[in-house]
Nanobody, 123 residues
Framework: VQLQASGGGLVQAGGSLRVSCAQS????????LGWFRQAPGKEREFVAA????????NYADSVKGRFATSRDNAKNTVYLQMISLKPEDTAVYYC?????????????????WGQGTLVTVSS
């Protein structure tokens, strides 16, 4: 499984942005997709996860109500829609995948990783 994250950029506080994660190689609707982020000098943290069928999602408390993840399995793409962005959301955002029927919250539980896309929120 190969993952390619894209869509990052510079946005003002309060703005919105959508990042995407394209899957290639062995793709399957049984793969859970997770989103993580890592800010400079900080550890990688869980942001959101979506089940393979797209019916179940989970979010970190810090992004609940502002971020939404969805997937289009026909396009092998997962999205992370971010609104009401804050400067503290500035980070490199990564997508990750594993074959699972639950939603892992820890980065070590994921087998495949994309290269990350930088999101910068200016104040």
């Amino acid at each position: 499984v190969q993952l390619q994250a894209s869509g990052g950029g510079l946005v003002q506080a309060g703005g919105s942005l959508r990042v995407s994660c394209a899957q290639s190689g062995r793709t399957s609707s049984t793969y859970t997709l997770g989103w993580f982020r890592q800010a400079p000098g900080k550890e990688r943290e869980f942001v959101a996860a979506i089940a393979g069928n797209g019916h179940t999602t989970n979010y970190a408390d810090s992004v609940k109500g502002r971020f939404a993840t969805s997937r289009d399995n026909a396009k092998n793409t997962v999205y992370l829609q971010m609104i009401s962005l804050k400067p503290e959301d500035t980070a490199v955002y990564y997508c990750a995948a594993r074959s699972a029927y639950w939603l892992p919250l820890d980065s070590y539980e994921y087998d495949y990783w994309g290269q990350g896309t930088l999101v910068t929120v200016s104040s």
